[in-house]
């Protein structure tokens, strides 16, 4: 199934579980990927660049998280709707369900859910990305987690994304390296859309689901079984 929707993007920006944002280190992840994936261990024990981006208070609760989670054509619609600025990424999600991701002419990868335990979500990520008119190939380990926050009637999210990036070539590393200290603005310009996407998702649902219901529906992206689902939760 190819599309042209952020299916990957929403899922990673949300694909969250239960505990606060200090719940892993570096040793565990590490020990993770040794377990798993022996080749990448080195992705998060030596990462060439380190990124961090927190998203407070997202509207929505832990249910209405795992729905989006699990159920990547509701995510995928909703991207459609709410964050059209993605549009240009096509998305297939294969047999396997790894996803493959491509922004043609900027990046492309494949996303592989490697650990999913209460508390935090795993990926590995392998392909290329262009900046300054370079081309890095490597692999991306990124860890999500989050809590949920409850003040009165009022229920959020605080979610942390964490990504280790390693490239292949050392080489190339070293310029990575110094296009992060000179340009970090052009680095972190994606992960920035990318938490602006799960940002306006959740204050959309939050301030009107019943026009996401219907926006929804009118789609046709979505079956009358999830679409009934999300009627409930949401």
Known sequence: MTVNRPFLIITLGLALACVPAAAFSTEDISSLLETKRPASAAVVA??????????????IN??????????????????????PFLDNYSVNVLPDHTVRIEDPGTLAGDAE???????RRVYLIAGYYNLLKMRFNGE??????????????????????????KIKSAFAGALARLADFLFPKKVDE??????????DISVAIRKDPK????????????????????????
């Open 140 to 165: 991306i380990a990124l860890i999500t987690v989050y809590a949920e926050q409850r003040e009165d009637a009022a229920v959020s999210v605080d979610a942390t994304v964490t990504a280790y990036i």
């Open 62 to 83: 832990k249910e209405q998280l795992e729905f989006l989670v699990d159920h990547p054509d509701v995510a995928l619609a909703l991207a459609h709707l709410y964050a």
């Open 46 to 59: 030596k990462p060439f660049i380190f990124r961090e981006a927190k998203l407070p208070r997202l509207l």
């Open 211 to 234: 026009d996401a219901y219907r926006k929804l529906k009118a789609s046709g992206e979505v079956d009358a079984g999830e679409l009934e689902e999300f009627g409930r939760i949401f």
């Open 113 to 119: 859910l490697i650990d999913v335990r209460p508390g």
């Open 190 to 199: 994606r992960l920035e859309r990318f938490v602006h996407a799960a940002e």
